[in-house]
Structure formats: structure tokens, C-alpha cells
């Protein structure tokens, strides 16, 4: 049985995973979510986390399947089931293995961001104090995930190396999940030139939920996420936006304190939390899970979008970034 | 039988190890060499690399022996065999995991790089078009490297992240095998001002004997190479300077190419060298291999160093150092 329309894309959680999980995903009628397979796992750790993931679709293979294509999003919708789509928030997955980008492509990882935080082989993370922008080892990289169709995604990185890759990148790329630092400046959002040249170049943002990327945090009300779409959607262009959620529902503080601190580290780093509030932080009132993204297709009605580019905005614009992204160059 | 004076040490080698050249060692009185053991290998690949030296030690033992202190430097020079240092080129063996410094210490490690060329996850190697110093993960690695006795070796770092080092290193650090770039302007050499602050920290420079390294590369003489030995001492203070000679003996020029490609780059890097000369090039005629360190003795005396430096110069500066460096904090 099809999902209500419009299409309903989420451009990245990443959850404790668990059959209620699904069941509220078939519940929202999310046809599509780009899951985090990893945040600091190196190749063989990645592995394991694609193979628990097929366990997941054996087990409920009436509610998720493993998408792979933009015709996997619109299967699922009309099956009324969630195509999940597998990506990489750090690059440790590559370790220092060029050849490794076309094995994880073929195993069906989707997107790579070419940095988490820190310094990667590749580029530099928004945390670090200075960002000489994209590597040598970098720019071969991005060179070879565009020719096998594995997306570069910047969430996490720092200002220069995400222009630098904008512009390197032969194909769009995307930042799956962050807001415009003009509304909220936290580290982790995006400064104006990176969105509209982002946006220049076709590539996506994805509006992320999280309350840290939030302006009034877990207070952000549905009527102000809306707005500042609205008001991104007139320096990018509509065509250019979606949902990126960052939802991490279920989850343990310990799995926010592994984000920050991975192995890197033998103090504490409390990235965007601190001492005194070092686990997750509540979620919205109007965000808590799958089932809340037809809410905000009806905050984005109530700030003037017309029903085209709630649609656009809900799905649509992820799955021609899917179809244009996922094959080979 | 023990070994003549002066008492040589090696600051680095990387040959293609067997037992004929472990009887030069011996003919030439070398009483230490620390030798690379890691150029782009993960954690699993360094230990076989240890394990593989560890057959040597049981197969030679009569020449060769694991070293992993000032102490065994004069025993071995007192025995008449060879004490076997091991240092890392690169980062690559901790992975992402600030764990293994230790764990790497404790197997035997006495040195290891914290770039090889291009960025790693803590400092910029000098083949990268800018440098940001030392990362997030870099701070922390040192402060550990510092704890458990592991030395920092900047010899493959770009400018900024060794000033960096030598500044956030509450110890004294290497770089085991270069030479001023005032001397001769290769990309691998060093400013005098790393030189100067090197020094000023009781840190040491090993010079090297590889003709990249070289002015007039494989036609330098071994007079004008003593002359600039001469001159830095002017510049560091005949304490802070040593032997590091970069002896690459008997490698096939696949082992090259693999130092400068590793598994990161599809394109063929040529480092030092060009299309044209991409093996290894040859090494002057009068230092070919551990039977000639004496005549760099002789070299050293003939341009007016007296006995007592000239010691320090071969050997005496490094067990100095390796006395003060190898311990815990």
C-alpha cells in the first residue's frame, strides 16, 4: 500500500535502530533515510555495520530495504515501505586506501562527509582552530568518488576546505545536515557563502533538526524552523533544499560521547554540548520521530510554500539529487 | 669483541635488510641504527613488520639485537654487534587511536613520525600546498608520545607543524634524517629557523646522506658534505647534531615508488624525484654503505672538528639523547 504524498526523503539519521523505529517510518509514509553507517570505524568496523544492517532487512524486510538508486525512493513509496540508504559521516572507512571508495560504492554506501570534526586525511573539520582547505590525498579522492557516484558530503568539515570541494567536485555534492549559520551560529552551520555556493554548483543542504543546529535549541519552535526555510530557500533557490533531520533517537549519551570523542582523544571533547550538558539534548516538541515529518510539510504551507515546493522540499529535490549522484560519471 | 671509537649510531635506515648487510654494520662498527619500519602500514601491518625483525634477531643474534635503550647502545658498542632501533615514518600505525602510542612503545617503538609527506590525522607533511599545524588529535598525541617515551620526529613535516612540535613537546624531539635547506633548497630540508628552534629545545638533526638531501645530490663530495656538517654546528651547537643517513640499500625502486604512492593516490607520484629519474638515485661514492660511516669521521676532522665532537657528531649526541628521551615521563 503507496504512502500519502508527497514523497518524504530524510537526508540522514542516525538512530538506535529497532523495529518500533521502522514501524514509525511506514507510520510518517518515509519513503527514503539516509542512515549513518559510521562515525569513526575504520573499513573492517564498517563492514560489521553493513552486515548488521542486512540482518535488519531480513528481519523486516516488510517495513525497510536497502536503497541503492533514486527508483529505490519511488519503489518504496508507491510499496509503502523505506528505502534506507547507507552513508559515512567521516572518511576513516577509506583509511588510507584510494581503491577502497569504489569497494564501499559497490557495497552500497551512498555518501562520504570528507571530514568529522577534526582533521581527516582528506580535509579539515569545523572544530579544529585552522583549515588549509582540501589535501593532496583529497583531492584525488573526491576525483574518484565522483566517477563511481559516491557523494561528498561537507556536514561536519570547516569553511575552506567545504568551498574547496564545492569547487573541486565535478559533480554536486551535499551537506546533508546543518542550517545556515546566519540564523543560528553554531560551529556547525553553514556561513551564507558556502550555502550559495553550494547552490551554484547543484548541490543540496539538508535542514537538520538537531537541537545544537537550532536557533532557541530544543525551544525552536515549528513556525521558526519554517520560516528559516523560507528564507534559505530565497538564497538558494528551492531546488537546492531538503530535510536532513540528524535525528539520533533512542540513543544512549554514551553513542554521543563515542561522536565526539571516538579513540582520538584521553580528555573529554564535549563538541557542541559541554560539562553540564554533555549527553543529547531534548528534541523538539514537534520533532521526537518519523511520524513528524508531515508536520512539517504543514509548517511550510503555513509560511507560503505553495504544494509544489513542499513537495520539492519534503522529497522531491533529494530524489533528483539521487538520480543525478548515485551512478557512475 | 668490541667496537672502535668512535662509537656510531645511525639516527636512520631503511635497507632492504639481510644478513650481508648486518655484516657491514658490523665491519663498520655501527653500534645502533634506527631503522623505519613503517611508511604507510596500519597498526596489524607494523606488528608483522616487528614480527619479521623479530626472526632477524633470532636468526642473527650474533650481529644484531633489539634496542630499546641508551644502555643497550654501549653494550652492543662494547659486544661488537649492532642495537636495532625501531621507528615509524608516519602516524599511519595509530590509526585513529591514541591508545596505540603506548601499545606501539611498548612493542619497541622509540620514534615515530607525525606526518609522511601529505596531511595526516595530526600535522602536515611538507609535499601539502599549506600547513595548519598540528591538529586537535596531534596536541594530544604529543602530550602522550611525551608520557610514555615515544620521540617526535618531524623529519617529513611541513614548516609550520614542526615549530609547532617543537614548541608543544614538553620533550626534546628529532628530525632523524635531513639537512638545512639553507644548503641546499630541497622541499625535505629544513629552514634555519626550525634548525635554531630545534636546537634551542635540546632537540637533534640527524643529517642526511640520501642525494635528494644533497647539494650536487649523488655528486656531493664528502668534503663539502663535512663543510655543511661544520656549518650547522656554528648554527645548533655541535650537541644537537648527529648521523641520520637515510640508507636505502639494496631496495628495488618499487620500494620507492611505494614510499611516495602508499594506497592513497591513483596518479603516480614522483616526490623527489621526476618521470625521468623516478627510482632511487645513486648514493655518493663514498658512502654506500655501514663501512663507510668512518670515513665521514675522517671527513669530520679534516674540516677541523677535534676528536671529542667528532665523537658527539657520530654517536655520542644520540645515545645523549636516547638516554633522556626513551623513559617515561
Known amino acids: 500500500m503507496s504512502f500519502a504524498s508527497p514523497l518524504i526523503v530524510d537526508g540522514l539519521q542516525y538512530s538506535r535502530w529497532s523495529e518500533e523505529i521502522f514501524r514509525q517510518m511506514n507510520e510518517g509514509g518515509v519513503a527514503a533515510v539516509h542512515v549513518t553507517i559510521c562515525y569513526h570505524e575504520n573499513f573492517r568496523e564498517t563492514v560489521a555495520n553493513i552486515s548488521a544492517w542486512n540482518r535488519r532487512f531480513e528481519d523486516h524486510g516488510d517495513l525497510i530495504f536497502h536503497g541503492r538508486t533514486a527508483d529505490d525512493v ?20 577509506i ?4 581503491g577502497l571508495v569504489e569497494v564501499l560504492h559497490t557495497l552500497g554506501i551512498r555518501f562520504m562527509q570528507l571530514s568529522y570534526n577534526n582533521q581527516s586525511l582528506l580535509a579539515t573539520g569545523c572544530y579544529e582552530a585552522d583549515d588549509p582547505g582540501i589535501t593532496r590525498m583529497g583531492r584525488q579522492v573526491i576525483a574518484e568518488m565522483n566517477r563511481v557516484g559516491l557523494v561528498v558530503d561537507m556536514s561536519h568539515s570547516a569553511e575552506r576546505s567545504t568551498l574547496e570541494a564545492i569547487d573541486l567536485s565535478a559533480r554536486p555534492i551535499a551537506i546533508t545536515h546543518a542550517n545556515p549559520a546566519a540564523w543560528h551560529p553554531a560551529l556547525r552551520n553553514k556561513s551564507d557563502a558556502v550555502l550559495k555556493a553550494l547552490a551554484a554548483r547543484g548541490g543540496m543542504l539538508g535542514f537538520s533538526l538537531y537541537p545544537h543546529h537550532l536557533r532557541g535549541k530544543s525551544d525552536c519552535t515549528l513556525a521558526e524552523f519554517c520560516e528559516m526555510v523560507a528564507r534559505t530557500a530565497d538564497l ?3 531546488e537546492h533544499i531538503g530535510i536532513g533531520s540528524d535525528l539520533c533517537q533512542d540513543q544512549p549519551d554514551s553513542v554521543v560521547e563515542w561522536m565526539r570523542n571516538g ?5 573529554r571533547d564535549y563538541g557542541e554540548g559541554s560539562a553540564a550538558q554533555a549527553g543529547f539534548p531534548p528534541q523538539p516538541a514537534w520533532f521526537r520521530d518519523n511520524r513528524d515529518h508531515r508536520g512539517i510539510a504543514h509548517g511550510l504551507k503555513a509560511v507560503g510554500f505553495d504544494d509544489a515546493d513542499v513537495a520539492r522540499i519534503m522529497g522531491g529535490n533529494w530524489v533528483d539529487f539521487f538520480e543525478r549522484s548515485f551512478g557512475p560519471q
Chains 1, 2 share one sequence.
Not at 95 to 98: A, G, K, L, N, V
Not at 263 to 267: K, T
Open 74 to 93: 519511488r519503489r518504496a513509496h508507491t510499496e509503502g515501505r523505506t528505502a534506507i540508504f547507507f552513508g559515512l559521516q567521516n572518511c576513516s572507512p
Open 236 to 238: 538558494m533557490g528551492v
Open 263 to 267: 579513540r582520538w582523544s584521553r580528555a
Open 95 to 98: 583509511e588510507d586506501d584510494i
